[in-house]
């Protein structure tokens, strides 16, 4: 879980950005045509409810960042959502991963999101208007919608955002999340009647076994996706032809 007292000075001077549609002149030969454009795939239940008040609870849920290969939890990247999935939380979200998982020296970087077609829209927007948001300057992100999402926008949002068409980014379908939620989920019964620092402490516990878990089991699998025995020599491997 992300430190509170930051990121609670962040969502203090946050802000939102609405997306709004634009009016395009169309000029033609004849006449003079006024457009109204949908900028935006249409709006999906985590923006309609990004303002919904949850009064009876300290907290809505929680939101974060992983690696979209290996599964593992991006440390200090999970935060709590005061009233539903806002920019504001994922914005936080999303520079804290970038800052603790070891981007080092790379220039390109793919975040896949349920809703990259409005969210990276004034991304850059949020975070220079932010001093406690900040992304490398040497890093371009590259932005795309996970393979099951993407199929409940609208057409063309396949064909822009889908990670199939993302030159590089392999054979990722970038849901890997959900994954991790369904075993997450499983503790909240314990989590709802916490309080704030248990609930911290239970969630904490919980993300860094998962980590340490694929950490340990990795190894049992080389880069073919080939399943190693429990006892193997590695130079062995590295040596075959496959």
């Known amino acids: 879980m992300t430190n509170n007292s930051r990121y609670d000075e962040h969502l203090a001077i946050a802000t939102e950005s609405r997306n709004v549609s634009d009016r ?3 000029f033609t030969v004849s006449l003079i045509l006024l457009m109204l454009q949908e900028q935006t795939c249409h709006r999906h239940r985590v923006q309609l409810n990004a303002e919904a008040s949850h009064n009876t609870s300290d907290c809505s849920g929680v939101g974060g960042h992983c690696c979209a290969r290996h599964g593992c939890f991006a440390p200090r990247s999970m935060v709590n959502f005061q009233k539903s999935e806002r920019q504001m939380n994922m914005d936080w979200s999303l520079c804290e991963a ?3 998982t070891n981007i080092g020296r790379l220039k ?3 975040h896949i999101y ?3 077609c409005s969210y990276c829209k004034h991304l850059e927007e949020r975070i220079q208007r932010n001093p ?3 992304i490398p300057d040497h890093l371009d992100l590259q932005h795309a919608i996970g393979l099951f999402h993407v199929h409940g ?3 063309d949002c396949l064909y822009r955002w889908a990670t199939s068409y993302v030159p590089g980014a392999g054979m990722i379908d970038g849901e890997v999340m959900e994954t ?3 075993v997450l989920n499983t ?3 314990s989590t709802r009647t916490a309080s704030l620092v248990h609930r911290t402490e239970i969630l904490d516990d919980h993300m860094n076994d998962s980590n340490f878990k694929k950490m340990c089991n990795i190894g049992k699998t080389n880069v073919n996706g080939l399943k190693l025995p429990a006892q193997c020599d590695l130079s062995e491997i590295h040596n075959r032809k496959i």
């Open 108 to 110: 390109e970087l793919l």
């Open 187 to 189: 503790v909240s019964r």
């Open 98 to 100: 970038i800052a603790t």
């Open 132 to 134: 406690y948001l900040s």
């Open 114 to 116: 349920d809703v990259n």
């Open 153 to 155: 926008h609208k057409d």
């Open 24 to 26: 395009h002149m169309i």
């Open 180 to 182: 991790l939620w369904a």
